[in-house]
């Protein structure tokens, strides 16, 4: 399992960023993907999960209605809409195998992509 993480950067608050999930070394339309973060000092929090079709997507309370995710298998990729953001989404997010809090992998996911929101 491979997976290598884009996307993050520097946003003011309210301000959008698109997070990708490049993956490959599995086959990557049998699998349910996650996203998951960790803010500094903190442990690893699941934010999002989509199913391995699509057809099912989940999300943490807090970000329920500001970020979108989605996936396009025929190019083995995973994204992460993220609009409205807060000061408390700043993070590194790693994408990874898994749909919900229980299931998601730790071992798998990639080297993250920063998130920082400030002014």
């Known amino acids: 399992v491979q997976l290598v993480e884009s996307g993050g950067g520097l946003v003011e608050p309210g301000g959008s960023l698109r997070l990708s999930c490049a993956a490959s070394?599995?086959?990557?339309?049998?699998?349910?993907m996650s996203w998951v973060r960790q803010a500094p000092g903190k442990g690893l929090q699941w934010v999002s999960g989509?199913?391995?079709?699509?057809?099912?997507?989940y999300y943490l309370n807090s970000v329920k209605g500001r970020f979108t995710i989605s996936r396009d298998n025929a190019k083995n990729t995973m994204y992460l809409q993220m609009n409205g953001l807060k000061s408390d989404d700043t993070a590194r997010y790693f994408c990874t195998t898994g749909v919900d809090a229980y299931t998601f992998s730790s071992q798998n996911r990639g080297q993250g992509t920063q998130v920082t929101v400030s002014l």
């Open positions: 070394g599995f086959t990557f339309s049998n699998y349910d």
């Open positions: 989509i199913g391995s079709t699509g057809s099912g997507t």
